[in-house]
């Protein structure tokens, strides 16, 4: 059974940085195409970025900001933030896919399989 579980969000100022962390069990990292997705207040779920290992992802909205790696050892995926916006306010989500390969857009929450719970990050302007 896959279990995904987040940490490290919180509360910070505009400007400033954060590394939110995502474990996993019963998956094997370097078989998966791994993600981060975050959802604001009434808004839909949307990509940040992913990797397949082949290819990584960006959302335009965090190009050069933010930077997705992995521990293949520790089953470990980080997502690391800098120069935080207010609008990067949301629920954020680690997620895996069965396979490398994306069928379709990288960034549809549909083309993953499983999802963590969820960590808050609020950036206070």
């Known amino acids: 059974q896959v279990q995904m579980v987040e940490s490290g969000g919180g509360l910070v100022q505009a400007g400033g940085s954060l590394r939110l962390s995502c474990t996993a069990s019963?998956?094997?990292?370097?078989?998966?195409?791994m993600g981060w997705f975050r959802q604001a207040p009434g808004k839909e779920r949307e990509g940040v970025t992913a990797?397949?290992?082949?290819?990584?992802y960006y959302a335009d909205s965090v190009k050069g900001r933010f930077v997705i790696s992995e521990d293949y050892g520790r089953n470990l995926m980080y997502l690391e933030m800098i120069t935080l916006k207010p609008e990067d306010t949301g629920v954020y989500y680690c997620?895996?896919?069965?396979?490398?390969?994306?069928?379709?857009?990288?960034?549809?929450?549909?083309?993953?399989?499983?999802w963590g719970q969820g960590t808050q990050v609020t950036v206070s302007s």
């Open positions: 990797n397949t290992g082949f290819r990584t």
């Open positions: 019963g998956l094997t990292f370097g078989r998966y195409a």
């Open positions: 997620a895996a896919r069965s396979g490398r390969c994306f069928g379709g857009a990288w960034d549809s929450p549909a083309n993953f399989d499983y």
